[in-house]
């Protein structure tokens, strides 16, 4: 998981809290993206970007906001926290056309909403 | 509408055997399917890729089979080791976009000594 920093590792939240989940690379990669870990889900895409100032939804965008405003940082912003957002929070970076071995993932945000 | 699906949730094998992990998916405009193995609390770790231009890639004990044709692509591991005991996910992305991962709900593989 080199090159991918996630913060905070560990958040409680209470409904309606709003918090941010900070994400940086220091490998100048054009994409990173959002990812959620459920139980029998898989990973789920939340949004992405392929370079500073360009974003785009994934799979499940909703409650969730995110800005590109350099190539190293992806904070993921939580407006208003519910049960239902209690996850595991990926983030991964790669650059365009990356292989499989260089997409990096951040070592993962367990955020509990109570 | 899950467009990659993992079919097996869990899967059991001996030590020394092997291991097939299968993996489904239906948007024809996926182009490059990926493996990863995760352990509790740590993040995706690769472990093997195949572009849609090939049907089969081996690395060491692990082989990925991909059926266009059928949607479908397979892992196989041999012979298989307790320390492969893990979830496995399938992931697949369209057009060289590695930051779009579509991955599948995982596969938790027992391998029993």
């Known amino acids: 998981n080199a090159g991918v920093t996630q913060t905070p590792k560990f958040q409680v939240l209470k409904t309606g809290q709003s918090m941010t989940l900070q994400c940086a690379q220091d490998?100048?990669?054009?994409?990173m993206s959002w990812y959620r870990q459920d139980p029998g889900m898989g990973l789920r895409l939340i949004h992405y970007?392929?370079?500073?100032?360009?974003?785009d939804q994934g799979e499940v965008p909703n409650g969730y906001n995110v800005s590109r405003s350099t190539t190293e940082d992806f904070p993921l912003r939580l407006l208003s926290a519910a049960p239902s957002q209690t996850s595991v929070y990926f983030c991964?970076?790669?650059?365009?056309?990356?292989?499989?071995?260089?997409?990096?993932f951040g070592e993962g945000s367990w955020l509990t909403v109570v | 509408d899950q467009q990659v699906k993992q079919n097996s949730p869990s899967l059991s094998v001996q030590e020394g055997r092997i291991s097939i992990l299968n993996c489904d998916y239906t948007?024809?405009?996926?182009?490059?399917f990926l493996w990863y193995k995760k352990y509790p609390a740590e993040g995706p770790t690769f472990l093997i890729s195949i572009s849609s231009i090939k049907d089969k890639n081996e690395d060491g004990r692990f082989t990925v089979f991909l059926n266009k044709s059928a949607k479908h692509l397979s892992l196989h591991i041999v012979p298989s080791q307790p320390g492969d005991s893990a979830v496995y996910f399938c992931a697949a992305s369209a057009s060289g976009n590695t930051g779009k991962l579509i991955f599948g709900q995982g596969t938790t593989l027992q391998v029993k000594p």
């Open positions: 970007s392929v370079g500073a100032g360009i974003t």
């Open positions: 948007n024809s405009m996926f182009d490059y």
């Open positions: 490998m100048n990669h054009e994409y």
């Open positions: 991964a970076s790669s650059y365009r056309g990356a292989a499989g071995n260089t997409i990096y």
